[in-house]
């Protein structure tokens, strides 16, 4: 389907990036292309905008985004902190939400439009969500072409959610009205940011955006932008999100959180993030220091900045990185990193199963990151809300451990530091055969491959995560100098009834993806759980079936870890070595974690 709808100039819509921009005309704006008829000329993405998706609240049929006259709130969108103009960072992109939305067309209805992007880059971001005037679809897919500078060109696939219907654990934003000529509707509305891979090291010329898919549904791009490496960076810590939970609510306090890194360098830089967040969450001030114990600091906390701020707004969402600091960071350290909310904050995206105790000042205590005592931290929190990431810089790059709560570190010792992602970064720091790669935990406690257990929008006190499959973009193929991808899952899905096949299918995916874009994709087979509840004979006969996959992939794989036969008991294999059981029969204790990690191969992380 393909409505034609007036056109005309917009604000630049890709932003921080290389883009090469016409400059707009100075007097009459050039005719637009005929609808339909695709742009041979590329041009920057805002001048081929030719619909308004966003309207105010008190003209709700300004604006028609799927030919029936329903649009996005402008009201809405601003509660979100996606205001027109604003960049917006998605899994380490830059995109610019439209100036001109809610005043003028603020997104492209793909037909194969030529839109003019040079740089560089490892993947293409686009900001999109379809639409149907029938109501709620399956959404939109195209197949557009990536032109390069020397003359070559590859397609690609552009696959875009409904708007109305989309999955709310892949989304950017959700927003909780439709507009429409006669009112205001209480009906979920969400737009999607979808990455596609590029060749690497090839400057990008132009990207031509698929044909019309069809009479079904439209498919809608409001921005692009190109996704660039982070050269000399590597990741030193990370954690995954895996739900939004309420909280005090926390008003005018400050966090210090506690978390260990893997590798070291000379500056520092650290990730925050609004992950399933329905508003902005505002950053007073941040600092990071070296613990000493407990709250305490070894010195004064150094400031850190973003963009140039001592503070900072993060959109629904959306994630920020502070900027580079001078602060030597020590290999194998334990970190404080502390920012003040002035608040209230209700709800928080989090990551529940830190096995690390952090602190928390008291309500009302004001910001208080740049003590170097322990005094005004009153509280104790066992979770990291907000906090996803700390790079430094220099370094090879980084393997990613993906993963349940075995990978989490549940039933290891708290604040020990003996989960096998840390057994594993220590091994790395004491040999030069291979890289001494960063380590990044992106283990989840309760996660499945193939199915949500948080859901992905909403106020939830399930911490499961949303699925493998649907995290991946942002706990792995993002993650600052991943090299390699450890993926050590599935226990879960079994656990919960999932079919061999639907994991294996699941496991397949998910390895095809990493391995699209450039990554080392090691597997591990699945360990036993006999004799915790629900590790049945028929989830075990299950296992077998999807380790047999693990141990043959056929070429899915590019090398394997063999977790099951470190920590079974060989006398009885579907079951844990007693020695290495924590207790529960489920999560290896630290002997277990320390054997598996001890067992691996380190030259099958590079390859």
């Known amino acids: 389907m393909r409505v034609a709808r007036p056109w005309t100039t917009a604000g630049i819509v890709a932003g921080g990036v290389a883009l090469a921009l016409l400059a707009p005309p100075s007097s009459a704006a050039p005719a637009a292309a005929p609808a339909g008829v695709p742009t041979h000329k590329p041009l920057p993405l805002e001048r081929l905008f030719d619909n308004r998706a966003v309207s105010d609240d008190t003209r709700p049929g300004d604006a028609d985004f799927d030919g029936a006259g329903a649009s996005l709130s402008a009201q809405d969108l601003r509660a979100a902190g996606w205001t027109p103009g604003r960049d917006i960072a998605l899994d380490a992109a830059r995109l610019t939400w439209p100036r001109s939305a809610g005043a003028r067309p603020d997104n492209v209805i793909a037909d194969g439009q030529a839109v003019r992007l040079r740089g560089r880059g490892e993947a293409l971001t686009f900001l999109v969500a379809s639409s149907s005037p029938n109501g709620p679809g399956a959404g939109a897919s195209g197949v557009g072409t990536v032109r390069y500078r020397d003359g070559s060109s590859h397609p690609y696939t552009l696959s875009a959610p409904d708007w ?10 959700g927003l909780p009205h439709l507009n429409t000529a006669a ?3 209480q009906e979920t509305a969400r737009l999607y940011a979808v990455t596609v891979p590029l060749k690497r090291g090839h400057e990008i010329a132009s990207v031509v955006l698929p044909r019309d898919p069809g009479p079904a549904a439209d498919l809608h791009v409001f921005a692009a932008s190109l996704r660039q490496p982070a050269y000399g960076w590597t990741g030193s810590w990370a954690a995954s999100t895996a739900g939004y939970t309420k909280v005090g609510p926390w008003t005018d306090q400050t966090l210090r959180l506690v978390v260990h890194t893997s590798a070291g360098g000379p500056r520092a830089r650290v990730r925050l993030e609004n992950t399933f967040a329905a508003s902005p969450v505002e950053i007073g ?26 503070g900072t707004s993060i959109p629904a969402g959306a994630q920020v990185f502070s900027d580079p ?49 322990a005094e005004s931290y009153t509280g104790t929190l066992t979770t990291w809300p907000f906090l996803t990431g700390i790079d430094v810089r220099g370094g090879p790059g980084s393997v990613v451990a993906l993963g349940d709560s075995i990978t989490d570190g549940t039933k290891s010792t708290n604040d020990a530091n003996r989960r096998w992602p840390d057994v594993l970064a220590r091994r790395l720091r004491g040999q030069s055969e291979v890289p001494a790669y960063g380590v990044l935990n992106a283990g989840i406690s309760a996660n499945r491959v193939v199915a949500d257990r948080y859901p992905g929008e909403g106020v939830s006190t399930d911490t499961g995560g949303v699925s493998t499959q649907h995290r991946l973009e942002r706990d792995v193929l993002a993650q600052t100098g991943a090299r390699t991808v450890v993926v050590f899952q599935g226990i879960n899905d079994l656990r919960w009834g999932s079919s061999a096949e639907e994991l294996i299918a699941g496991l397949r995916s998910v390895a095809a993806r990493m391995r699209e874009r450039g990554l080392r994709v090691v ?17 075990d006969a299950r296992r077998s079936a999807v380790n047999a996959f693990i141990r043959d992939s056929g070429g899915a794989l590019d090398a394997v870890l063999d977790f099951d036969a470190v920590v079974r008991d060989p006398e ?6 007693p020695a290495y059981d924590s207790g529960d029969h489920l999560h290896p204790g630290d002997a277990g974690l320390r054997a598996m990690a001890e067992s691996i191969d380190l030259r099958k992380l590079v390859g």
Do not use: M
Request: hydrophobic share 40%.
């Open 572 to 577: 009885h294999p579907a079951r844990i070595l």
């Open 164 to 173: 109305r219907a989309g999955p709310a654990a892949t989304k950017a934003v």
């Open 285 to 310: 001030h941040a600092t990071v220091a070296l613990q000493a114990s407990g709250a305490a600091a070894q010195a004064p906390p150094v400031p850190l900045t973003f963009g140039g701020q001592p």
């Open 325 to 373: 600091v001078d602060f030597p960071v020590p290999a194998d350290a334990n970190l404080l990193v502390s920012f003040h909310l002035p608040g209230p904050v209700a709800a928080v995206p989090v990551h529940s199963q830190a096995t690390q105790r952090s602190y928390l000042s008291a309500a009302g205590s004001g910001d208080r990151t740049a003590e170097p005592g």
């Open 183 to 185: 009112g205001q509707r």
């Open 523 to 539: 597997g591990a087979t699945i360990a036993p759980c006999e004799g915790e509840s629900l590790c049945t004979a028929d989830a």
